[in-house]
């Protein structure tokens, strides 16, 4: 049985779905303990003969429909057999002695609920990752027209990111990335009424316990690379609201979707004039 499984929803990014593949092939940490499993949610590009031909020892669970993040992750969870589980995005490149850092931390902290690694853009940059769980006034700040109280933003967004953190030692924190969320395989599985934004939040809130943040493991991200479009901002306003009913209540969410049409509405607008 393996020490770990990697389960990579992929949609329609093959070219960076086998330099990840290919990362994942090349770790210190023994072929043996890692298992991989890619959920293709039914791209449109040749990802999945690509896993077919160029990776057998890949699981490759081919969808006939998009089942989007939340859903494809689930499907992958539930096919795992780890007793530990990363989801990791497709446009990753992972360093070879990353995945054994961040599963011997878990392995060795039953403390902490997961773990993360230092993600860098392709230039070498540091993304800012993991955050603090939202808070309803910061949701309410940056979807709305409250955002113009620029002051009251500032400190919200300094405090939701950890403004006082540059990312370059270990840390803490309420919140790890989507992209690369490292956990028990009990405690994983995300919520299928989220599509594609919010799970690492929702998961944060379900679970009450700290995550760590590990510089030593390092992962390239193009981040993005699948959600450049309209329809995502579409899904990522269905997603933010889905979430602040489970988490803060129907009158919360009515309340910020009729506070959030003026900016959703106007990006619909620069779509539109731009398109």
Known sequence: MPRLSVVIVNYNTRDLLRACLQSLM??????????????DNASSDGSAAM????FPQVTLLAQTSNTWFCGGNNIGIRAATGDTVLLLNPDTVVAEDALAILLNFVE??????????????PDGSIQR?????????????????????????????EHHWYSEWDRESDHDVEVIPGSCTLMRRKDIL???????????????????RPFRY?????????????????????????????????????LAMVALWLL????????????????
Request: one cysteine or more; glycine letters at 4%.
């Open 51 to 54: 896993v077919i031909e160029a």
């Open 190 to 208: 995300l919520d299928d009424e989220l599509l594609l934004y919010f799970p690492e939040d929702d998961l944060a809130q379900r679970i009450k």
């Open 26 to 39: 090349q770790q210190t940490l023994p072929q043996s303990d890692l298992e991989v499993i890619v959920v």
């Open 129 to 157: 990752t993991c955050s603090r769980i939202p808070t309803l006034a910061y949701l309410f700040v940056k979807h709305t027209p409250l955002t113009f109280f620029a002051d009251w933003r500032k400190q919200l967004d």
């Open 214 to 250: 590990l510089t030593a493991a390092q992962i390239t991200h193009h981040e993005k690379a699948a959600t450049q479009n309209w329809n995502a901002t579409r899904i990522y306003y269905r997603d933010l609201l889905v979430y602040v009913r489970k988490h803060h209540g129907w």
């Open 260 to 275: 959030s049409r003026p900016l959703y509405g106007g990006m619909w607008l620069k779509k539109v004039l731009t398109a």
């Open 108 to 121: 060795s902290h039953p403390e902490y609920a997961g773990c993360t690694a230092q993600m860098r853009y």
